[in-house]
T-cell receptor, first 118, second 111 residues
Framework: GAVVSQHPSWVICKSGTSVKIECRSL??????MFWYRQFPKQSLMLMAT?????????EQGVEKDKFLINHASLTLSTLTVTSAHPEDSSFYIC??????????????FGDGTRLSIL | TQLLEQSPQFLSIQEGENLTVYCNSS?????LQWYRQEPGEGPVLLVT?????EVKKLKRLTFQFGDARKDSSLHITAAQPGDTGLYLC???????????FGKGTMLLVSP
């Protein structure tokens, strides 16, 4: 089945640094990828929709200058948390939509990245 | 406004008990998915339902999609400790291009 790889799985860094998270679709080309944020024991919150070759669409309340998204190829989207602070610590999950898949069966999730800012 | 209401939010039961988790909305879904997620991992798709009235079974798990495609339920028979996790419903609401997630149900099954 379709596989989405997310890297790194866990990152710890100092406050003020920028952190890049990668999301790759391994066996399909994803024109659309999604980035979610999840707090402990809570559901996924959509942050932004990443479209290959164009600007990302951010959800209300998500700072686009804080969370930079780049979708430069059909198999890779990156999320950069700029000047990260402890309140940015969270679990970040990406998903990719397979354009060849049937609706409802076409979105595949990565394993998430645990970001801890000290 | 929460577009997809999921209940209960927390459920702690003993091994062998049955349980049901509900997802409800005032909106119509073109499809609805159920996921299970363990700590530190991404959500894993359990099932997708697309047809009103549809019932799908996955071993001890039974999924129903309401006739009007506005609600769904997940029923687990004879729960086991391995069923412990966060269960999420998510759906594509007609007219929307992104998945809408419920708030999740944290299930704890004790031996």
């Amino acid at each position: 089945g379709a596989v989405v790889s997310q890297h790194p799985s866990w990152v710890i860094c100092k406050s003020g640094t920028s952190v890049k998270i990668e999301c790759r679709s391994l066996d399909f080309q994803a024109t659309t990828m999604f980035w979610y944020r999840q707090f402990p024991k809570q559901s996924l919150m959509l942050m932004a929709t990443s479209n290959e070759g164009s600007k990302a669409t951010y959800e209300q309340g998500v700072e686009k200058d804080k969370f930079l998204i780049n979708h430069a190829s059909l198999t890779l989207s990156t999320l950069t948390v700029t000047s990260a602070h402890p309140e940015d610590s969270s679990f970040y999950i990406c998903s990719a939509r397979d354009p060849e898949g049937d609706p409802g069966f076409d979105q595949h999730f990565g394993d998430g990245t645990r970001l801890s800012i000290l | 406004t929460q577009l997809l209401e999921q209940s209960p939010q927390f459920l702690s039961i003993q091994e062998g008990e049955n349980l049901t988790v509900y997802c409800n909305s005032s909106s119509v879904f073109s499809s609805l998915q159920w996921y299970r997620q363990e700590p530190g991992e991404g959500p894993v798709l359990l099932v997708t339902v697309v047809t009103g009235g549809e019932v799908k079974k996955l071993k001890r798990l039974t999924f129903q999609f309401g006739d009007a495609r506005k609600d769904s339920s997940l029923h687990i028979t004879a729960a086991q400790p391995g069923d412990t996790g966060l269960y999420l419903c998510a759906g594509l609401i007609l007219g929307y291009s992104t998945l809408t997630f419920g708030k999740g149900t944290m299930l704890l099954v004790s031996p």
